[in-house]
């Protein structure tokens, strides 16, 4: 096998035993099916000797970082690859629609190249049903597009994101954000409550001018007369009626305030707890006060840079230790269930970290769920090296400012 892979493929510095390593990893991952390796078989074996022209549609390229790259020149042939710093996507045989969007998608991963340059667009303000029609074409083709890492698999999404934004016309930009950026507006049901509200203060205001004798404008009071039946009630009963709304409508508003609240805050322990004591804690006023540097060297040695010596034999350890006994822990493994339920509980459109892709698309390209989870378990049970964009997290720094939480 060794001779043959020189002969076919170059001098390219791989030794034998690294050849049949990367064979072995390829039948135990299951990179090819049988009849994709049967073909290349009965290429190869027809080919041996001689040099590779145009006519030859496949061609087997075995790359230092195990995986089998298909590349062919065939009207038959709708692979398409592309090779970076070691990682690469197959696109393999589909029908021609799919074939033509895995392309365009592939284009686009090449022109991202390694990630550097980040686009940003504000896929918030886009139609929903564009949106969702735009990503079920597209998770078609995912499912011929074909990655081994965990990282092929981040810039492929994130590919798509890009992808996707140049189809539905949006340009790269800052999206607002903090003092910059618009104000939030209030929700439908606050705004309604609130303009009651302040109708319902100004006629109070109004019957309580006309008891004083202070009113100017009779004709306000007169249409108030009309509309509220004060002949027959009086003004001082009307005016209770009206208070007596004007407070029920603030209950409400408070009511549906305090629920939204519980509501956020239940969603909130469920995905990160630790944020969501540093929310109590900021409600409370118990902000973190830092102390002195000194004080706590001091304090710390104390307490560690004394000595203690503890009786490792006494007796009551060993009883504990026969009592409780010791249990394996089970292997850990990521199912495609967890990346679903996981991916839902995440925000649509928050900023994204340093793999610069957004919940949305975690959520809705279903395609990838399944390589995910499996890219995981491998990087899980020590098969591959975990990449760092994946090992960065977000540090919380002190707030400086308690109106505008986190920094």
Not at 15 to 24: A, H, K, M, T
């Amino acid at each position: 096998m060794y001779e043959s892979w020189k002969v076919r493929g170059g001098d390219l510095g791989i030794s034998e035993q690294r050849l049949c390593d990367q064979v072995r990893a390829i039948r135990k991952n299951g990179w090819l099916s049988q009849v994709e390796i049967e073909k290349i078989r009965r290429k190869v074996t027809e080919d041996v000797g001689e040099e590779s022209r145009n006519s030859v549609d496949r061609s087997v390229r075995v790359e230092e970082s195990g995986s089998v790259e298909e590349s062919g020149s065939g009207e038959e042939s709708g692979s398409v690859s592309l090779e970076e710093e070691g990682l690469f996507i197959d696109v393999v045989d589909g029908p021609s629609e799919v074939k033509s969007l895995c392309e365009e998608i592939v284009k686009v991963y090449d022109e991202l190249g390694d990630g550097s340059e980040k686009y940003k667009f504000a896929f918030k303000t886009v139609d929903r049903k564009k949106l969702s029609k735009e990503t079920s074409r597209v998770n078609e083709a995912l499912t011929y597009i074909r990655t081994n890492t965990i990282s092929e698999t981040n810039r492929l999404v994130y590919a798509v994101s890009v992808f996707i934004a140049r189809k539905l016309g949006l340009k790269n930009q800052l999206v607002p954000n903090g003092d910059g950026g618009k104000k939030r507006e209030q929700p439908c049901w606050k705004r309604r409550l609130e303009q009651q509200i302040i109708a319902l203060r100004r006629n109070i205001s109004i019957l309580d001018q006309k008891l004083k004798g202070a009113l100017k404008k009779e004709w306000k009071y007169r249409d108030l007369v009309r509309r509220l039946g004060i002949k027959k009630k009086g003004v001082k009963v009307v005016m209770e009626e009206l208070k007596q709304r004007l407070n029920a409508k603030a209950m409400k508003v408070k009511r549906y305030e305090q629920r939204i609240k519980q509501y956020q805050q239940n969603r909130l322990f469920q995905v990160d707890q630790k944020r969501f004591y540093q929310q109590i804690n900021r409600e409370l006023g118990n902000e973190k006060i830092v102390p002195n540097a000194a004080d706590s060297v001091r304090f710390w040695k104390g307490i560690w840079g004394s000595g203690v010596v503890h009786n490792k034999g006494a007796e009551w350890l060993k009883e504990v230790k026969k009592r409780v006994g010791y249990s394996r822990q089970e292997d850990v493994k990521i199912e495609v269930s967890m990346i679903r339920k996981r991916s839902m509980r995440m925000a649509n459109w928050k900023t994204p970290g340093m793999d610069g892709v957004q919940g949305y698309w975690l959520k809705y390209l279903t395609a990838c769920h399944e390589r995910i989870a499996r890219q995981l378990n491998e990087i899980v049970g020590g098969d591959c090296e975990v990449p760092q964009w994946l090992t960065y997290g977000r540090t919380v720094l002190c707030v400086k400012d308690v109106r505008r939480g986190s920094v």
